[in-house]
């Protein structure tokens, strides 16, 4: 990357292995130094506190997150507990694996197809755009989580529009880096 270059980055779509993160709509920007960063990237054995609580989970992600005080998330087998977050849901052990056929995805679609990136559109050296829903990501404390993105290279501004709607008012919200 050249001096002075723009790069971003926009993650929304369907999980398709355990190397992937819980964060969908999330984003990074670096311009002479990182704005917006993957917190998350810090690789550590695979089992340890750091890698089941934070470097997967939604809270090292530039995402959303609603907190449910009732909300319970699990690692493994349900074999341990793992700190609520607040972030993306982890309701099944398949969060380990990988899809592994086409009829795999087929049969267990709902589990993987956690987000999609609805728009994307540009036009060299005046904007770039992207829409991405995130909703299905989330357990049922979020009715809609969708996150509006537009670069304009020319004076480099950048805009975020998020819009999140927790099924309870009282459900604590935090955009992570975002607002």
Not at 56 to 62: D, G, I, K, S
Not at 71 to 95: H, L, Y
Not at 133 to 158: C, M, N, Q, W
Not at 167 to 175: L, P, Q, W
């Amino acid at each position: 990357m050249g001096e002075g270059c723009t790069w971003i980055e926009f993650d929304c779509g369907p999980y398709f292995s355990k190397h992937q993160h819980l964060s969908q709509n999330h984003f990074s920007i670096y311009h002479r130094g990182y704005l917006a960063i993957d917190s998350g990237a810090d690789y550590t054995e695979t089992e340890s506190p750091h890698y089941l609580n934070y470097y997967r989970r939604t809270v090292a992600h530039n995402s959303m997150l609603v907190y449910d005080p009732a909300e319970k998330f699990f690692w493994s087998d349900n074999v341990w507990d793992a700190a609520n977050d607040g972030g993306q849901r982890m309701d099944s052990a398949r969060f380990w694996n990988t899809v592994r056929s086409q009829y795999d995805w087929n049969r267990t679609r709902a589990l993987w197809d956690l987000g999609s990136t609805r728009i994307v559109d540009y036009k060299a050296g005046a904007y770039h755009y992207a829409l991405g829903d995130a909703t299905k990501a989330y357990s049922k404390k979020i009715t809609k989580f969708t996150r509006e993105l537009l670069y304009v290279p020319g004076p480099g501004v950048f805009f975020v529009l998020i819009a999140c709607r927790a099924a309870t008012r009282s459900f604590e919200r935090f955009g992570c880096c975002t607002e």
